[in-house]
């Protein structure tokens, strides 16, 4: 099939326009709008002022970790000394009654609970004491373990009441508990160590 001049240069022309077409089309589509640049700028200058006032805040930043930090170390000195909790529970023990003798209260017996493990390195030591008393030395108690320097809660009361010779007296069975913080696991250490 031969192909005239004339249909040569009209298809040489449907050619270009197909073409300057395609490229217009690709140009739009490629080349993102204003509108979608001046967009992407502003978002852009956003972030990098947000981060400058980032930048800018790093003494407050560091000033709020140095506060946090004294305040852990304060918080570390509240808790019991020791790093063992067959030890602490022998401190705890010792201040429970020392505390109970203060209050007026008797300590019928006192057993240490199985330790706890809790977040990082903190070991929670629990003492079970079972008392003798009256109420207002109950409550003088409590609100001793409550006030004591150490960090020491009351993970549990139970009261039992009976009546003798028309008064009524209470048996209070507590749990006290308190923090250590314990030593790192030596046999971690070696095994680190060796490699």
């Known amino acids: 099939m031969r192909v005239s001049a004339r249909e040569k240069k009209f298809l040489i022309g449907g050619g270009v326009v197909i073409l300057a077409g395609l490229i217009l089309y690709l140009g739009v589509v490629m080349v993102p709008s204003r509108e979608l640049l001046s967009k992407e700028v502003e ?20 000033a709020r970790v140095e506060e946090y930090k004294q305040r852990l170390k304060q918080d570390y000195t509240r808790l019991l ?6 030890i602490a529970g022998a401190e705890l023990q010792r201040v429970l009654k020392s505390l109970a003798d203060q209050s007026g209260v ?5 057993d240490i609970q199985p330790s706890q493990k809790l977040q990082d390195n903190l070991v929670k030591v629990a003492v079970r004491i079972e008392t003798n008393c009256v ?6 108690f409590l609100a001793a373990v409550e006030n004591y320097d150490k960090f020491l ?29 314990a030593a790192e696991n030596k046999s971690e250490d070696k095994a680190g160590g060796g490699q």
């Open 43 to 62: 978002t852009k200058k956003r972030a990098l002022l947000r981060q400058r006032e980032m930048v800018g805040r790093e003494d407050f930043y560091r």
């Open 81 to 86: 000394p020791g790093d063992n909790p067959s």
């Open 106 to 110: 008797e300590v019928i017996r006192r």
């Open 135 to 140: 109420p207002d030395q109950l409550v003088q």
């Open 153 to 181: 809660s009351v993970d549990e009361l139970a009261i039992t009441s009976f009546r003798i010779q028309k008064r009524w007296e209470i048996r209070p069975s507590v749990v006290v508990a308190g923090l250590i913080a």
